[in-house]
């Protein structure tokens, strides 16, 4: 009996040795920019492949797909996108007639702010919708995010569907504690000191959730060219509130952050990351990092 149980095994054995098939195959996933990449990888582990279509340290309010990236679209099995206007490009894509990738829109459930919560010389409607799409600067928002990304893998591929809520709870607590880390760290600078000037209007949800108001001379888009007369004025805005300091943006052209900060006597913070992650082994490879990043670069220049 015993030998007989053993033959079964091996022959079990065997024959799952033989199926190479698609259990094995893992979901070709493509993220408009390597921030959703980030985050879709986290929740799918290893039985998914993400790419970011949009590379690190890219500006994707410039971005258009060339034919491979077309290409690339049209061969994944799901697209996760910010959507809020992020990827007009993408939206102007025809899926093609076959198998269409399933288009996921990770900010489908977060509260959009409008674009006009301020008052910038230079918001540029042709890049953006009616909507601020940088929601993911809002940690809070990120929670929405990952759950909205995790429904949608796990209905689209069941099989591993308690791996991928057991990886969203995993990174939910790990979001959870990054937001309040941002807000006890908010807590500690002096209320005053609570302002900066930073080169892209691109942390609207942070001043929202987080109370620290971020004036961008420059407005939406990193590719508006402030006039002399929209730095003159932010120079005044700078003196006349005793903002303490500016901020470069990774994609933007120091020079301009520089001059501003020799100009008005504010201090010149160090980056702030809004669009795009750090390669992988930068300051910030991943949300998370890049969030911490943030937060420190603000402690250090807004401190006392
Ligand atoms: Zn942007």
């Known amino acids: 009996m015993r030998r007989a149980i053993h033959v079964l095994g091996v022959i079990a054995l065997t024959l799952i040795g033989g199926i190479p098939v698609h259990a094995a195959e893992k979901l070709k996933i493509i993220a408009s920019f390597s921030i959703l990449a980030d985050i879709t990888k986290t929740i799918g582990g290893d039985v998914i492949d993400v790419e970011s279509l949009i590379e690190p340290g890219a500006d994707a309010h410039m971005f258009e797909p060339r034919p491979i990236d077309i290409k690339r679209l049209s061969e994944a099995d799901m ?153 003159a004025r932010i120079i005044r805005q700078i003196r006349a509130d005793s903002i303490p300091a500016v901020f470069l943006e990774t994609m933007i052209d120091p020079r301009l952050a520089q001059q501003l900060a020799a100009e008005s006597g504010a201090k010149i913070g160090g980056t702030l990351y809004s669009d795009t992650l750090s390669a992988k082994n930068g300051p910030a490879g991943t949300y998370i990092a890049m969030m911490e990043t943030n937060i420190r670069a603000l402690t250090d220049a807004l401190a006392p």
């Open 79 to 231: 697209i996760v996108m910010n959507g809020l206007g992020f990827e007009p490009w993408l939206d102007r894509l025809k899926p093609s007639s076959k198998k269409a990738p399933l288009r996921v829109i990770a900010s489908e459930s977060i509260v959009p702010l409008p674009f006009d919560h301020k008052d910038h010389a230079h918001h540029n409607a042709s890049d953006h919708d009616a909507f601020d799409p940088h929601a993911w600067q809002d940690v809070g928002n990120v929670r929405l995010y990952a759950r909205t990304i995790a429904a949608a893998l796990g209905s689209h591929d069941p099989a591993h569907q308690a791996l991928y809520s057991e990886n969203l709870s995993r990174y939910d607590a790990a979001l959870a504690k990054l937001d309040q880390d941002i807000r006890n760290k908010i807590a500690a600078i002096p209320e005053t000191r609570r302002k900066l000037v930073t080169t892209h209007d691109a942390f609207g949800y942070f001043e929202k959730a987080y109370g620290v108001e971020m004036i961008a001379p420059l407005g939406v888009a990193p590719e508006a060219q402030p006039s002399a007369k929209d730095l």
